[in-house]
């Protein structure tokens, strides 16, 4: 199975894609938690690594709530899908975020002869995903810091629904429910 995971900050799609890689028994590719960790690994100062590059690279936008530049998080998701455990699916959760990276999607997967089967949206009202995100304890969840990546929501991943509602691959499901129930229809759609 080869999902994205597409929703606002706070709509639930870490949840459901951690859900759905159990129930489908496929890797996760999170690209907020794989930023977090390698930002994370960089400040305690574990010496030089990828991830630390990638960590120094990407702090700065991160801990603003800005997008990291849609290049850096190409070329790092070209590196993650070439990788040996992710042959049989897949589950992206946090990428694509812009209509650029959803492109260089499809021209990936056309490279690796993949085949997304769908993009499901998770939707919530904007003051579900403010107050989701505020009762968490990530260290970029600051109200002002989490108003921005609410506005580079609506701004620059809202178009990427109508990319994969026109290509027929977009599922949309009222995430304002119980994750139960959330994870429940998700999977009635799938069939
Ligand atoms: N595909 C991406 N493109 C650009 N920036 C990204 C991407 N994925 C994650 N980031 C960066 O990591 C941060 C946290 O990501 P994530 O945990 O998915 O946030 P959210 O809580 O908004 O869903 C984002 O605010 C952004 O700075």
Redesign the pocket.
Known sequence: MKLVILG???SG??TQAERLCKYFDVPLIS???I??SAISNEKSGNGYSTLNELGRL?QP??EK????PDEI?IEFIKVRLNQDDVNRGWILE?????AF?AEELDFLLDSLEQKLNWAIYLQVAEAVMVSR?LGRSLP?DQPEIVQR?VELFYDRTVPILEYYDRRRRLLTINGDYSPEQVQHNILTLLG
């Open positions: 606002g900050s706070g799609k870490s690209t907020g938690e930023l977090r990407t936008y991160v709530g800005e997008l990291v998080m946090g990428y694509p975020r812009t990276q995100s970029d990546r």
